[in-house]
């Protein structure tokens, strides 16, 4: 059977913690009552001390719609969701972090969204973070100049997860993105189709276990790859 709905787990060292996280998001799917798949991407750099792939193993070998991704890592959050995303066979796709901060609960709100409203991708902004000054400042300062390069967006937190899109606006999506540009190369790709986005609130608990992996320099690299996209969205205009 086809799924309605298949998750996409970003897991990156998140080891024993996963645990809990999967089965917040089984809970929350089966009030969905319809049929669904978990993809957990638990990719690994060879240098690091990490349990992750073990635990997913684990959790996919007991419910066979549950998933499992793991390889030596090529790249960043981009390349993981990519690998993950072409193991999704949904009719919609849900991208979601797997460290808790994004609650798993949100996928019912963007699901019931996207398909009540006829929408082809939904995202949220977050009201309330609990994440740190430095997570704050990078996200404040990568979406102001992201509303600068690109006024027809109207997004207000390009990095929010959950994230949710149809199988056919998946299809017409061309990633390429290794690093954590993969969420504004998703929008940017979008506006230029014209498909219709919608976006809805959620809050951004405190990640209690471990330091964020998006660093200070984080943001230079964001400014980087969004004047390069800028660029590239003209010449593509011009043709």
């Known amino acids: 059977m086809i799924p309605e709905i298949s998750v996409v787990i970003l897991c990156y060292q998140e080891g024993q913690r996963l645990n809990s996280f999967v089965n917040r998001t089984v809970n929350t799917l089966n009030q969905l009552l319809v049929p669904w798949e978990i993809v957990l991407v638990a990719n690994y750099w060879n240098n690091k001390d990490d349990e992750t792939p073990i635990v997913a193993k684990k959790i996919s070998s007991q419910a066979s719609n549950i998933k499992i ?68 400042i990078n996200s404040y300062t990568y979406n102001f100049i992201f509303r600068i390069l690109f006024p027809n967006i109207k997004a207000r937190d390009a990095n929010s997860k959950p994230k949710i899109f149809t199988r056919e606006t998946y299809s017409r999506m061309h990633l390429s993105s290794n690093d954590w540009f993969l969420d504004a190369e998703m929008l940017i790709q979008c506006a230029r189709m014209k498909l219709k986005i919608e976006e809805i609130p959620v809050t951004f608990d405190k990640c209690a276990n471990r330091k964020s992996f998006v660093k200070l320099d984080a943001i230079f690299e964001f400014i980087k790859n969004l004047l390069r996209a800028r660029i590239n969205e003209f010449f593509i205009k011009s043709d």
Request: hydrophobic letters at 35%.
């Open 69 to 136: 991704i793991s390889k030596l890592k090529e790249g960043g959050m981009g390349w993981d969701a990519r690998n993950g995303l072409r193991e999704a066979s949904g009719q919609f796709i849900c991208l979601i972090d797997g460290d808790g901060q994004m609650p798993p609960e949100d996928i019912i709100s963007v699901y019931k969204k996207i398909q009540s409203e006829n929408l082809d991708f939904v995202m949220t902004y977050r009201i309330e973070r609990g994440d740190s000054l430095i997570r704050k």
